[in-house]
């Protein structure tokens, strides 16, 4: 059972234009969502959380917005660069089970010039 | 230098073979984890451990076993190896939370193995 959602496996993005990456859950109780970047043969890095308590948070390029009636958020990044091609994860943890995260399966962002 | 190390970065072995592979940090986390990446799959959790004397059961932990050795140490080992075992490893670790719900974790650059 696939708690966290990618549904698009892979976005093509020109550079200068928005990305934006989607993700949707299912368990109620998560109540903290992470992004994270992956480029290949290294390990994942941390891009941008959000609280249940927001609905939007923005680090720079970056933005994530949640809307929690829909179980569902989105990674917004303005303008894209090459140089955010690479995976993208989002991730989800509810405080009763304390940093253990649930992880999507992925998005692939080709930015291409 | 990298603040989460994995060793090896890769590693081919045979059916039925007994692997270990270790994971370092300097971050002076208490909490670390074991995952697993397959296409398609995401990141999944196998092990996890909130202190040295804490091991806990992830989602897919069949096959696997863990030891923490020291807070910095904590090391994967597959008793007999089986091909659907092959797989991208990944290491990470995280602080104690604070209360604030931050569940930020650091990876390491990951184990390709492959089990032949």
């Known amino acids: 059972d696939q708690q966290v959602k990618q549904n698009s496996p892979s976005l093509s993005v020109q550079e200068g234009r928005i990305s934006i990456l989607n993700c949707d859950y299912t368990?109620?109780?998560?109540?903290?969502f992470l992004w994270y970047k992956k480029y290949p043969a290294e390990g994942p890095t941390f891009l941008i959380s959000i609280s249940s308590i927001k609905d939007k948070n923005e680090d720079g390029r970056f933005t994530v917005f949640l809307n929690k009636s829909a179980k569902h958020l989105s990674l917004h990044i303005v303008p894209s660069q090459p140089g955010d091609s690479a995976v993208y994860f989002c991730a989800a943890s509810d405080s009763g089970t304390a940093s253990k995260l649930t992880f999507g399966t992925g998005t692939r962002l080709q930015v291409t010039l | 230098d990298a603040d989460v190390t994995q060793t090896p970065r890769n590693r081919i072995t045979k059916t039925g073979k007994r692997i270990m592979l270790e994971c370092s940090q300097t971050?002076?986390?208490?909490?670390m984890y074991w995952y697993r990446q397959d296409p398609g799959l995401g990141l999944r959790l196998i092990y996890y451990?909130?202190?040295?004397?804490?091991?806990n059961k992830g989602e897919i932990s069949d096959g696997y076993s863990v030891s923490r050795q020291a807070q910095a140490k904590f090391s994967l080992s597959l008793e007999s190896a089986i091909p659907n075992q092959t797989a991208l490893y990944f290491c990470?670790?995280?602080?104690?939370?604070?209360?604030?719900?931050?569940?930020?974790?650091?990876f390491g650059p990951g184990t390709r193995l492959t089990v032949l």
């Open positions: 451990s909130f202190d040295v004397k804490d091991i």
């Open positions: 971050k002076g986390h208490d909490r």
């Open positions: 990470a670790t995280s602080d104690t939370l604070a209360g604030t719900g931050d569940n930020e974790q650091f």
């Open positions: 368990n109620s109780m998560f109540d903290y």
